[in-house]
């Protein structure tokens, strides 16, 4: 599946931004979705994720805060992203994982910048 993510940007501490991924080339409703997250630095970690079931798992870190969600007639992802903190500052990549091939494909991911 080809993956292309959007939405990224600057954005003062306490603001949100809303991530899309639009996915192509595989069965959407086949696919498990996420969103990682990479800092300078440090290893990509998981976000959230939501299975073709509409079951959502989120990190600890953005619990309450973030909300993923999937919209199968347009084959995207989203991650709203409320009362950002600086920290939250990363490349946020979209996932997917196919559940019938275990095919693991990668978006090309979009810079959240938070200021504090």
């Known amino acids: 599946v080809q993956l292309q993510a959007s939405g990224g940007g600057l954005v003062q501490a306490g603001g949100s931004l809303r991530l899309s991924c639009a996915a192509s080339g595989s069965i959407f409703s086949r696919n498990e979705m996420g969103w990682y997250r990479q800092a300078p630095g440090k290893q990509r970690e998981l976000v959230a994720t939501?299975?073709?079931?509409?079951?959502?798992n989120y990190a600890d870190s953005v619990k309450g805060r973030f909300t993923i969600s999937r919209d199968g007639a347009k084959n995207t992802v989203y991650l709203q992203m409320n009362s950002l903190k600086p920290e939250d500052a990363a490349v946020y990549y979209c996932?997917?994982?196919?559940?019938?091939?275990?095919?693991?494909?990668w978006g090309q991911g979009t810079q959240v910048t938070v200021s504090s």
């Open positions: 939501i299975t073709s079931l509409f079951n959502t």
């Open positions: 996932k997917a994982r196919d559940l019938r091939s275990g095919v693991v494909s």
